[in-house]
């Protein structure tokens, strides 16, 4: 076996007159390709003058006995070599930090021949890149010409007659249908799915207390009305906006709503005739929108942009087009919009990550709720009772906030389970405030107790994420849920 020392070749004397000899111990190490013999030196030592040496080529870089000073300065040169300059950063020739030093020698500029079967892979690719390519500039012209074409808003109603045999509206109520306290329970069973919209669905809402009716908008560009109790099929189509729908409200009665777009326009609808009663080109990207539930103010409407303002409208003003008032304090986007304490106050969620609460017709902030520990809610409920609501809180759980004792965080109320993190997915309360429901990334519904905050019940409603859930007004347990899959699910405890 042979022997060797991990110790550089130099003169040992050195070591001998800094005093850092080592004893040398008696044991040796065994490995595959000898032994070896720890001496002279430890581990530090070595470390230290192996640099000094390879470096320096002398143990003492302050003394350097070995190097004169010519070679010395020339050392230092070396180390302080310079790179070839950076050039342009906008042209192809650019190196960066990445330039070779002037002194360096490199193939990297050398042109290698390239063989018949790399050639061919080559010329493939190239083939590909430029069909791929081509295809592109084709819909990118097609989108051109369609964008240059005029829009004209239309409506398209799907069945023969719009009155009964009575003669009544088909968006009148049934008579059986009584707006009746009752108890509710958690839906079990899928009744009806609809099918109908072609991008993911943004908003849904039944028909204002019957819920007879559902409507739900789209990344389409429209905003469909579905039948409940009879067909169970779109009744009406309302072709509004040149892009996606982004929220819609309705009315106290629901004979009128309004649909705000990407487009940047906000259509006030007659739900009967699928006229548009009045359209407001907006300055800005609405986010929400949200009519005055006051009887007399319903004329009267709020709209959160991306502008970081919220703005509210009067439909019966000749300039309609004009804002009658701007609220401006929230630094982001604004994402909700929700009427408290008997309408006469507002509360605006953002991507600010505040929550503000304002006097309706007063652009002053009365109360400020901000934390650094608070994440960004977009979406927001109102308890039955007014005396509470609750946020969507992005960091996967909903948060409750009192309505009346100085708007503070409830503390002993928190609903977690599900997952939300980067998406609006939407939540709702049973009429009688018993149940929490809320929609989540997974494509799940999650039921949880109002009274002590424990998960009753999970549903796997949908294979994409499921984005809002609302519960019926009158049926006990029915409940709707859309998806970014297109679908509209209905879910009971009974079959349908």
């Known amino acids: 076996m042979k022997k060797f020392s991990l110790a550089p070749e130099v003169d040992v004397s050195e070591f001998l007159n800094e005093k850092k000899l080592v004893p040398k ?62 050039n342009n950063p906008g042209s192809n020739e650019f190196k960066g930090p990445w330039a070779k030093y002037k002194d360096e020698l490199t193939d990297f500029n050398k042109e290698y021949e390239l063989s018949e079967e790399q050639n061919d892979i080559l010329k493939e690719l190239e083939k590909s890149r430029l069909e791929k390519l081509e295809k592109i500039e084709k819909i990118r012209k097609e989108e051109k010409k369609v964008s240059q074409i005029p829009f004209t808003p239309f409506s398209t109603f799907h069945f023969d007659k719009k009155t009964d045999y009575q003669n009544r509206s088909f ?79 309705l009315s ?111 652009p002053v902030v009365i109360t400020r709720i901000s934390d650094p520990m608070m994440h960004s809610i977009p979406s927001v409920v109102i308890h039955p009772n007014g005396n509470h609501f609750l946020g969507q809180s992005l960091d996967n ?8 004792n100085g708007f503070k965080l409830n503390k002993k109320k928190k609903f977690v389970g599900h997952v939300n993190a980067g998406y609006a997915c939407g939540l709702d309360f049973s009429p009688d405030g018993q149940f929490v429901c809320s929609g989540d990334t997974d494509g799940k519904i999650w039921f949880w107790s109002w009274r002590n905050c424990t998960n009753y019940a999970t549903i796997k409603a949908h294979d994409k994420i499921c984005f809002d859930v609302k519960w019926h007004p009158l049926f006990p347990s029915m409940v709707a849920s859309c998806s970014w899959d297109g679908t509209i ?8």
């Open 252 to 362: 106290n009665d629901g004979k009128t709503f309004i649909s705000a777009g990407f487009d940047k326009i906000a259509n006030y609808w007659d739900t009967e005739t699928g006229k548009i009663i009045s359209s407001i080109s907006l300055r800005k990207v609405p986010f929400c929108i949200s009519l005055n539930p006051n009887e007399d103010k319903q004329n009267e409407f709020l709209i959160g942009t991306s502008s970081k303002s919220i703005f509210q409208y009067d439909i019966n003003k000749e300039k309609n087009y004009e804002p009658i008032l701007e609220y401006g304090e929230h630094l982001g986007a604004v994402n909700t919009l929700s009427f408290i304490d008997y309408n006469r106050k507002f509360a605006s969620t953002s991507d600010d990550r505040k929550i503000l609460i304002w006097e309706y017709g007063s």
């Open 25 to 86: 111990l008696s044991y040796t190490t065994k490995t595959l390709t000898g032994e070896f013999i720890p001496s002279l030196i430890d581990k530090s030592t070595f470390n230290l003058n192996y640099y000094n040496y390879s470096t320096y080529n002398s143990l003492n870089p302050k003394t350097n006995i070995y190097l004169p000073e010519k070679n010395q300065k020339k050392n230092r040169l070396n180390l302080k070599r310079k790179r070839e300059k950076y």
């Open 397 to 404: 759980k909903i948060v409750v906030y009192d309505c009346k």
């Open 489 to 496: 699910k209905l879910w009971d405890s009974v079959k349908g």
């Open 171 to 249: 968006i009148e109520p049934p008579r059986a249908l009584k707006n009746i306290e009752h108890t509710c329970y958690i839906p079990k069973k899928l009744i009806h799915t609809y099918t109908g919209h072609t991008k993911p669905i943004q908003k849904m809402k039944f028909f204002p207390k019957y819920g007879h009716f559902l409507f739900t908008c789209s990344l389409d560009g429209k905003v469909k009305l579905w039948d409940i109790l009879n067909t169970r099929k779109c009744i009406i189509t309302y072709n509004g906006h040149s892009e996606g729908v982004r929220d819609i409200s």
